[in-house]
């Protein structure tokens, strides 16, 4: 039997929720208040038997407020645990290195993880991360510039890609942020 955490807190643009491990990590995250949209997206291995509901994660938590904040960096230093295959692995791995406001195309995310050829496998790595936020997915976007999926919404990822940008290529805290519903 193995016991996570999870916790949910309000942001911007709706619930945001984390899923970690015993050892503070995290499993999984998203904007929803349903563990039920995150525990799936967990590698059967690493998922957990039960789930304790918590107020806050201590630093994770912190880590999540203070981005949507303004705070992108934040973000960087909060440990993910996830499994797949070797590729996709690397390719979460690599994701966390494209900075905020500086978003990449698939073509491009192929090309960082040293498989220029394998766009379609680079685009799976995004639709398969189960730590949205911490591996930012949202950072990838279609070849031809346009803003692609995302689980999420689209109304979401164009929220992130926004915020990073302002943050990101001014230095500020946007003024206004409104909240997706």
Same mark, same amino acid.
């Given at each position: ?63 999540? !407020? ?9 973000? &960087?230093?909060? @440990? =993910?645990?996830?499994?797949? $295959? ?64 995302? !689980? ?9 890609? &926004?915020?990073? @940008? =302002?943050?990101?290529?001014? $230095? ?10």
């Amino acid at each position: 039997m193995t016991t996570a955490y999870s916790s949910t807190v309000d942001t911007p643009i709706g619930p945001f929720t984390t899923l970690v491990n015993d050892h503070d990590v995290v499993l999984a995250s998203g904007w929803t208040a349903d563990l039920g949209d995150l525990l799936p997206q967990v590698q059967p291995s690493l998922r957990p038997t039960e789930v304790e509901a918590k107020a806050e994660l201590g630093h994770i938590t912190r880590a999540v !407020r203070d981005y949507h904040a303004g705070e992108l960096l934040v973000i &960087d230093d909060i @440990e =993910v645990l996830q499994r797949s $295959g070797e590729f996709r692995e690397h390719a979460w791995h690599v994701l966390r290195t494209v900075p905020a406001g500086k978003p990449v195309t698939y073509r491009q995310y192929a090309e960082l993880a040293g498989r220029p050829a394998a766009i379609r496998a680079a685009a799976g790595a995004c639709a398969y991360n189960a730590a949205t936020l911490f591996v930012p997915c949202h950072r990838v976007l279609r070849t031809d510039g346009s803003i692609g999926g995302f !689980r999420w919404g689209a109304e979401i990822k164009q929220w992130l890609l &926004d915020h990073e @940008e =302002v943050v990101g290529g001014l $230095g500020v805290v946007p003024q206004k942020q409104t909240r997706l519903d």
